[in-house]
């Protein structure tokens, strides 16, 4: 640990395993099922616990809270009865250079106490940190009092008949915008390519809010109106400060001048002509920033295959252990996000360290997926295994609360093969089967042409990325079949032909 700095390039952590309840390279219905039973949500709560617990303070990526999380882990790999081996850079030959998994980060760090003030006239508009309002966890120190521009979704393309910028002076004022797009716009938009927009319009700093009318997608993640945490993730060297508010925060800006925010976005949604007007509020934010240079940490385990025609196949099993940190005088703990996916990661490793696929299993535990999935990217650059052999790769995000179903986002892997797997672990009736799921570590496997399939536990998931995300929150039946779904799905991608 003392050493970290001058070896943080290159981490990685070898595990292999070895079992002798199945019968190597046969799908070994008897144990299988015997697996499944041993499955534990008590087990797994008390991991998310810990995991969320203060001794990691939320699990930043690029600080020494995340890497003694990450080896926290790899001590659990050892507890299972797996040997860890650590390797640095000085130790790296051509045999074992791809497992060495780690990279440089630089991680942004708000102060305690923050400041957002609003004023409509001379009456203040009460703005709470936390309930209100959360920075922009990469966003720079700031000192500013600005008027406030209403911008609809803040996206700027008249070749294509959107404008929200037309009519509406922005030049160093606070832009108010929304989160996502309208249906009627089909070219993909990020928070990134809105904050490159408004910086070019001059504009200050920027507030981002959900508006009360949700997407299909929002809705089925259970996405709310209160601020969520998150970076960014813009590429440019300077970056436009600003900070996510509460549905409730912007109406009330918009009541200043008797705006309705729902009618607003709805006339928004319906036809491409811009809403955007002064607000009349004026905005005072102030608060400093630092930024630290640490690195992002994956650590792996291998299930080694035992079918000699299939053991050089791979299948992976991934779940980021990262969150946000302490922010702002806030600590996020981050336990449905992702405590409880790397939980699951940690008690599917227990039960297959007892079983002998056909095929390689990796298990790994990414970190950086909050700042833009760089631990996933990583592995992907370099990967342990060869990715033309990878067939197939399973994420597990949010598997800690919700209304006791899955749901399960499938790119390139049928139907029929989650739905075996769900009958196999007693959870037939209780799936959700969708599409290719736009965020999460699958997604560069899958931008790499592997199958993959996400996996997230159903339902409303109101602390998302708040400081709220709390282990009283999470059930453990939830868990326990969140784990035995992943189980049977990575058992029987492993043993089919």
Not at 106 to 111: F, M, N, V, Y
Not at 143 to 155: H, K, M, N, T
Not at 451 to 477: C, L, M, N, R, Y
Request: aromatic share 6%.
């Amino acid at each position: 640990m003392t050493s970290l700095r001058s070896h943080w390039l290159r981490i990685g952590l070898i595990v292999l395993c070895s079992g002798s309840l199945a019968i190597a390279g046969t799908d070994d219905t008897a144990t299988l099922t015997k697996a499944l039973k041993s499955v534990s949500g008590a087990r797994m709560l008390k991991d998310v616990a810990h995991l969320s617990g203060p001794e990691f303070s939320g699990r930043q990526a690029g600080t020494t809270d995340d890497l003694r999380s990450g080896l926290w882990v790899a001590d659990r790999f050892k507890l299972l009865g797996l040997q860890p081996a650590l390797i640095t850079t000085k130790q790296l030959n051509p045999i074992v250079r791809e497992w060495a998994i780690a990279e440089q980060v630089l991680t942004t760090r708000i102060q305690d106490s923050p400041s957002l003030e609003l004023f409509s006239g001379d009456r203040p508009i009460p703005a709470r940190l936390g309930p209100d309002y959360l920075p922009i966890l990469d966003s720079a120190a700031i000192r500013i009092d600005a008027p406030v521009a209403f911008v609809g979704y803040g996206i700027s393309d008249p070749e294509h008949g959107v404008d929200d910028y037309a009519g509406v002076n922005v030049q160093q004022r606070v832009v108010l915008l929304l989160r996502g797009k309208p249906d009627h716009y089909s070219t993909p938009v990020t928070h990134a390519d809105k904050e490159r927009v408004a910086r070019e319009k001059g504009a200050a700093a920027s507030l981002m809010a959900t508006g009360p009318i949700l997407s299909a997608y929002e809705t089925r993640r259970g996405i709310g109106g209160a601020p969520m945490a998150s970076y960014s993730l813009s590429k440019e060297d300077r970056r436009l400060t600003g900070a996510w508010i509460s549905t409730a925060l912007a109406e009330a800006i918009l009541l200043a001048k008797g705006r309705s925010l729902r009618e607003l976005q709805a006339q928004l949604n319906r036809e491409p002509k811009s809403q955007s007007h002064d607000t009349g509020v004026v905005a005072h934010i102030s608060w400093n920033s630092w930024q630290t240079q640490g690195a992002v940490y994956n650590f792996l385990a291998m299930v080694p295959g035992h079918d000699p025609k299939r053991r050089e196949e791979t299948i992976v099993i991934g779940a980021h252990r990262d969150h946000f940190g302490r922010q702002g005088g806030l600590v996020f703990p981050g336990a449905d996000d992702n405590a409880s996916g790397t939980a699951v990661l940690l008690e599917v490793a227990r039960a297959l360290s007892k079983m002998k696929p056909g095929r390689t299993i990796v298990l790994v535990s990414f970190s950086g997926e909050e700042q833009g999935l760089l631990g996933s990217r990583l592995y992907v650059r370099q990967p342990v295994r060869p990715l033309p052999a990878t067939k197939a790769m399973i994420n597990v995000d949010h598997a800690g609360v919700g209304n006791g179903r899955l749901t399960v986002g499938l790119a390139d892997l049928s139907r029929e093969t989650a739905t075996k797997a769900g009958k196999t672990a007693g959870l037939a009736e209780k799936l959700d089967l969708f599409g290719f799921f736009p965020g999460g570590d699958h997604v560069p496997f899958k931008e790499a042409g592997i199958p993959t399939a996400a996996v997230v536990s159903s339902g409303v998931h109101p602390d998302f990325h708040q400081p709220s995300d709390t282990a009283d929150k999470i059930k453990p039946e939830i868990l326990e079949s969140t784990a035995r779904f992943v189980l049977a799905l990575s058992w029987q991608l492993a043993n089919n032909p």
